[in-house]
């Protein structure tokens, strides 16, 4: 099929609410040198996409405007130098944005194959967890088999990855999350403890099951208001990553006590701001040894709802509402 020269695309009218979230129509993007067009068969959204939404989240200068930053799909083009991938592949992709549309152009290094007997649905649920994680818990905070790792925001899309992933790797995992229902998707998710943080306190619990030693790695999202138990949580050595601030980015009155008097290591990081060879470092990374246990099916993306891109507002509606447990995914005909 050839390839248009114009493709519908979810547009914002302003910064705001979903409402805002509107069908628009924009000339195929061409793939720049080192990029592949991809024929859009799935995206996901991720909760930056909210944050870009409202306006709090700009994208880098060099980056496509419109939202989206998941894609799977057909590669329907090649930019000059490409020869790791031929038109006809199946691929997903990291992308720097542009992902809520008919055609994305993305980095040929950001870009892997559909995992064994996935389809672009469950395809498209992968990269922007699985790049988040692995390079923040693995990369970054070192995660080793046999170490304990405590997931905040257990039932997210990124906390459904992680927990899978560090139970994979060998880990022991807690995690937190605000339902009954929620902490029940984490225990089948590999999770040894899920904490109801509504009901109960994640330190004391952490303290009780570790015997008081605290847990090597946190991965947070929420930022501020964990700050201080988050510190109270970690071991000797032990490593905070945070990766949002869902609770606050402003803390005051913290004790930072334990940074010194258990040698703690703080560290954080965002994926978009990254530049293209650390992106492909991760990607070579989660290719050796994340996509053979997703073929294998020993992990699997958890998607909460499939919806066509006409109804992305929806999809942003039901993310922050916040009942969904996984990814929710937009489709493209
Ligand atoms: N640094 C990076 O590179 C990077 C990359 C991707 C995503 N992120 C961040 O990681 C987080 C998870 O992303 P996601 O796409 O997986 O999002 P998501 O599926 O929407 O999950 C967010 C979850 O966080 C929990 N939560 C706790 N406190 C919250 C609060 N004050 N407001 C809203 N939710 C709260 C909610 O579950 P409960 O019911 O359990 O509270 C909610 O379901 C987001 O903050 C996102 O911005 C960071």
Not at 100 to 128: I, N, R
Not at 131 to 139: C, D
Not at 228 to 236: P, Q, V
Request: proline share 6%.
């Amino acid at each position: 099929m050839p390839v248009p020269s114009s493709m519908s695309y979810v547009g914002l009218t302003e910064h705001g609410g979903p409402h805002n979230l509107v069908v628009m129509e924009e000339h195929t993007p061409h793939p720049a040198s080192g990029e592949i067009l991809v024929r859009v068969a799935a995206a996901g959204i991720n909760r930056p996409d909210v944050l870009q939404r409202k306006g709090d989240y700009p994208p880098p200068p060099d980056a496509s405007p419109i939202l989206g930053l998941e894609i799977a799909g057909e590669v329907v083009a090649l930019g000059e130098g490409v020869t790791a991938y031929r038109v006809g592949d199946q691929v997903c992709a990291l992308a720097n944005g542009g992902g809520y549309a008919q055609y994305c152009a993305v980095p040929a290094t950001q870009a892997l194959p559909f995992p064994s007997g996935y389809d672009a649905v469950k395809a498209a649920a992968l990269p922007e967890t699985f790049f988040t994680v692995w390079a923040n818990l693995f990369m970054m905070a070192g995660l080793k088999p046999g170490e304990s790792v405590l997931v905040h925001g257990g039932s997210s899309g990124i906390g459904t990855t992680a927990i899978q992933l560090a139970a994979a790797f060998g880990a022991r995992v807690f995690t937190t999350a605000g339902t009954a229902e929620k902490c029940e998707a984490c225990l089948s998710l590999g999770a040894s403890r899920a904490i109801n943080y509504r009901s109960e306190d994640f330190c004391a619990v952490i303290a009780e099951e570790t015997g008081k030693a605290g847990v090597d790695v946190i991965l947070d999202m929420i930022g501020a208001a964990y700050f201080e138990r988050n510190l109270k949580s970690l071991s000797r050595d032990g490593r905070l990553s945070i990766i949002a601030f869902l609770g606050g980015a402003f803390a005051e009155k913290i004790n930072l006590a334990p940074i010194l008097q258990k040698r703690l290591h703080l560290m954080g990081s965002a994926m978009r701001p990254r530049t293209a060879s650390e992106k492909q470092a991760i990607r070579d990374e989660l290719l050796e040894k994340v996509w053979p246990l997703l073929a294998e099916g020993r992990i699997a993306p958890v998607i909460h709802a499939v919806m066509p891109y006409t109804q992305a507002a929806a999809g942003h509606r039901m993310m922050e509402h916040g009942d969904h447990i996984g990814k929710i995914v937009l489709t493209f005909d």
